[in-house]
């Protein structure tokens, strides 16, 4: 299974951008799925995931600002994220799993900062 993520990059405190990682390798369109990040000097953290069926889970840090969505067809999930804060900057993995196996994105990296 190979996990391509994007769109990442700079923008404002109170901006949006929308992460994107497309799967290919694997028949399976709905997997379980999720989103992470890792900031400099911490461990990497649960940013957001749902489930073959469908169930989200966000931490209290990124409820209500972010929301975790998937386009089955194209077998790509999706990371929406508003009202940006410095705090949120990051690299962002996202990671798919299969049975006991986990897939890694290879990151890409969300800065926030005016």
């Known amino acids: 299974v190979q996990l391509q993520a994007s769109g990442g990059g700079l923008v404002q405190p109170g901006g949006s951008l929308r992460l994107s990682c497309a799967a290919s390798?694997?028949?399976?369109?709905?997997?379980?799925q999720g989103w992470y990040r890792q900031a400099p000097g911490k461990q990497r953290e649960l940013v957001a995931f749902?489930?073959?069926?469908?169930?989200?889970n966000y931490p209290d840090s990124v409820k209500g600002r972010f929301t975790i969505s998937r386009d089955v067809a194209k077998r790509t999930v999706y990371l929406q994220m508003n009202s940006l804060k410095p705090e949120d900057t990051a690299v962002y993995y996202c990671k798919v799993v299969l049975g006991s196996a986990e897939f890694w994105g290879q990151g890409t990296q969300v800065t926030v900062s005016s």
């Open positions: 390798g694997t028949r399976l369109r709905m997997p379980n």
């Open positions: 749902i489930t073959s069926g469908g169930m989200v």
